[in-house]
């Protein structure tokens, strides 16, 4: 009772009211017409940019940032701001495959073969096949393969999914050192660009790392996350609704017996690259072929999931 009636107490200080109701003022839905005029005004801020960051800075781009920040123009800005300058100096756009092949040659990140039900690209994930030990080349590498997921969404989609095989997981397979710098990655240069993330069969120490890692996480992030586990009935419908599972590789339960096979998604990745050149308009990027014939052999088309305006491609 005594704790009730301080509860009370505090909702009823005048101080107190006040700071509440700007928090639930500050946690209002906005108008459609609300956010068009946050959108409008952060458009005119970002209206002066080089081609290419014109180009990243697509409608769907703004209002990404905004949505990750609740509509706050301000944080949006600085976000955005922020990103550029990221990658104005790291240049995602200009990674190709043959700087980061040896990262991928045991397949610890890959894009899968499958999408989701919704026709999202599948980041497939195995932390145990990790296979260097320097930071910086598995960064490189986690952004090559998220620019290349966002090149290859389809049209009206946004998002992607994680799918991470903890099989063959330990506490020493990732320091905790590459999980920050990964989620700083995500959530601070590819804001809502994640739909959800499964953990399929982290083992019982795994709950020791994530209590560490959970800090890192913005609440957004933290939501996304699914732990998967097999022979449980509820993560099997789970995983049913989420995916096709003629599709959906047998590792996470599907029927799919293929996997990543090194030479064949090499030679894909190689593919991506030309179109990755073409939409950014990089010219002379060391070995690509960016005639107009290696172009129309690989029957690539305009990719809306990044806007790719006609006049581009």
């Known amino acids: 009772m005594e704790g009730t009636s301080e509860s009370v107490m505090d909702q009823n200080h005048p101080v107190n009211g006040a700071l509440k109701r700007k928090v639930n003022k500050s946690r209002r839905r906005l ?47 600085k ?11 790291y240049k995602p756009e200009e990674i190709m495959w043959e700087d980061v092949a040896k990262e991928a040659e045991t397949g610890k990140i890959y894009r899968g073969k499958f999408r989701d039900k919704q026709g999202r690209p599948v980041l497939v994930m195995r932390p145990a096949a990790q296979n260097t030990n320097q930071l910086e080349g598995q960064i490189r590498y986690l952004v090559y393969c998220m620019e290349n997921a966002i090149l290859n969404l389809p049209s009206g989609q946004e998002q992607m999914v994680w799918l991470v095989d903890f099989k063959g997981w330990n506490l020493t397979t990732v320091p905790v050192k590459t999980t920050r710098e990964t989620a700083h990655i995500l959530q601070d240069h590819y804001p809502e660009r994640l739909a959800y993330a499964i953990l399929y069969n982290p083992p019982k120490i795994f709950e020791t790392f994530w209590t560490v890692v959970k800090p890192f996480l913005d609440p957004k992030t933290f939501k996304k996350v699914k732990f998967v586990y097999a022979q449980d009935a509820e993560c099997e419908k789970l995983m049913d609704e989420l995916f096709d599972m003629d599709v959906l590789e047998c590792a996470f339960g599907g029927r799919n017996p293929l996997g990543f096979d090194k030479d064949d998604y090499s030679k894909l990745m190689q593919e991506d690259d030309i179109k990755m050149a073409l939409h950014w308009n990089i010219g002379g990027l060391r070995s690509l072929d960016l005639t107009r014939d290696s172009h129309k052999a690989l029957d690539t088309k305009p990719c809306t999931g990044i806007e790719v305006p006609a006049v581009t491609v």
């Open 31 to 77: 108008s459609p017409i609300e956010e068009l005029a946050k959108f409008n005004e952060l458009r005119s801020i970002f209206c002066n940019l080089t081609e290419r960051n014109s180009l990243y800075c697509s409608d769907s781009c703004l209002h990404r940032y905004l949505q990750a920040n609740n509509w706050n123009l301000k944080k949006s800005q």
């Open 79 to 89: 976000m955005l701001n922020c990103t550029i300058k990221w990658r104005d100096k």
